[in-house]
């Protein structure tokens, strides 16, 4: 009798574990900041309220995405900014929870590779402070002018990361923040980085550099690594990968690039 | 003396022939729709008329590329495209040279992955003609409503490649151009592709599909493979293998996709 006691008690134990492990999963829409990103769906799909693809995951998972303080990221875009350079680590971050606004010298539209209008959030004038201060390449240096520069001096002491695209390291350097550190740059700019700045250890054969708070990255579809890097550095690995999986690029290696300081 | 005059006329040929090479080879800007194209810069740098960066290539190479007719393609962004569907291929396609435009469904601003505010060039009450429609992911299939696939047939006849990024397949499919065809979509849309269009044939593991004159892609960064095969289809895979190498998109392995029907 005691022994069919037991039988039962873990019979009943296993198929209580069972259906709490099961109830635990549900469908999530991607992060998206409004309510819906509360939701729990029984099935897979498209969220009814933001649209976006709905993620299998657990409650728990979906609790510690939105307990993680979102890191806020001001992308400066220039006129004549080139198109990839910023939207890969605008793909990249969105998904990865992170809050992206866009900044330009003022709030007029520019034109991103000859084809795009887009509209700046802010002006050098009005632009939130934020942890991380992103440039990207486009229209040649001239476009980091000392307006700019003094721009991104004055939010030195405020920001906590600097990252840059392609030649958006020569804005980087123009503000003195590639002193004494390595960096890289689109591959037909390399010697002209090592030329405009003879503090800084240039190196062509990185994906990205990540001296630990100044994070640079070669040309263009780097801009996608470099980011990816920042979400394993800021967020955790799995995070990053799960970002990789979602935009379907296959081929990505996690820290595939030159690591001098991996902490946050 | 006959050997000596065979000799001489030998040195002076060599010596002709190498200066017309060496005289043959400039540095060029990227075919950027300005005057400043035709100009054959001595040294590398960047274009004081465009700011593009110089590259290398022969007089003759330059003159090709001048007299190749652009390939034009409508991007059609809706609101809450996802930025980086549309952004690999207009990078993509803007290096080859091809003529990109943008179309919404009226020309009010569109919000792209929540963040990024685009002007649209055209709406489907007024976009010109063009030789390739492209259709993107993002905010569901909701987006293209009855307006805007009847603006895509009514584009039918008119228009000779279609393209689609990610959930961009399911426009295509509701214009019927899937029909009787093989196409591919965003990985979560697999299935759902299938339960829409019982006429197409939806695989899952290409990057992307080429019928011929419809091309679809996997998800948000496969349509930069889908890009570049475009490109080396309508412009010659030389102009392809540049345009990845000019974007460091080191990965990139040609023909790694579904190709039915090479031929443009």
Redesign the interface.
Known sequence: MKKLLIVLFLIVSVKSFSQNAADDVAYYCAL??NDCDKIAFEK???CNHC?M?L?KMSKAERMKELSWKPITVAFYLQD?V???DF??P??VF?YAGFK???VSKTTS?ILS?????????YSIANAPESDMIAFFGG??E?SFDSDVIGWLKSRESKTKYFFSVCTGAFALGKAGLLDNKTATT????ID?LKKSFSKTTVVSDA?FVDNGTVITT?????G?DGALHLVAKLKGEKAAIDAAY??????WTPKQGLILEAKP
Chains 1, 2 share one sequence.
Do not use: W
């Open positions: 998206c900041n897979p799909g498209v649209n693809t993620v004549g080139e198109v990839l939207a890969g605008m793909e969105a992206v606004f866009t539209p590779q000859g084809i795009l209008k887009i509209i700046p959030d229209n040649g001239r689109f591959h037909l700019s002209n994906r070669a040309g263009i579809s780097a996608i979602y935009m379907e690029y296959d081929k």
